[in-house]
């Protein structure tokens, strides 16, 4: 069993963000003592790490709580294919500005070639 800061920890998030997962309902401690303090299991922990990715993929929350869910399985596909799209989107939108970062700098370089 691990308590919240040993699960943070090894997940590499902060305590405070844990403590933001459970409180939106995408992961439950595996037991809470009389104490007050939260202890984790190992399902949690690969639960834990399954959110992680998921959040670094970008997906929101709330999109991560219904991949999680589980109740709708025809919408959870469909919810990665629409986060996939707007990721293209995005690439599609940084290719040109990176183009004309990427010629801006040689046209610099060569103008201060010049000048030397």
Do not use: C
Not at 30 to 42: C, Q, S, W
Request: cysteine-free; hydrophobic content about 40%; aromatic content about 8%.
């Amino acid at each position: 069993m691990y308590t919240v800061t040993q699960l943070a920890k090894r997940a590499n998030i902060s305590r405070t963000t844990l403590l933001y997962y459970e409180k939106e309902g995408l992961l439950t401690p595996a037991l809470r003592a009389d104490n007050g303090y939260r202890y984790y299991g190992e399902a949690e922990d690969k639960k834990l790490a399954a959110i992680v990715s998921y959040r670094a993929y970008g997906l929101s929350v709330a999109n991560i709580a219904t991949l999680l869910n589980g109740e709708n399985a025809l919408e959870q596909p469909q919810l990665l294919k629409e986060h996939f799209n707007q990721l293209e989107q995005e690439v599609a939108k940084l290719i040109p500005i990176s183009i004309n970062i990427w010629s801006l700098s040689e046209s610099l370089a060569a103008l201060r070639q010049g000048n030397e």
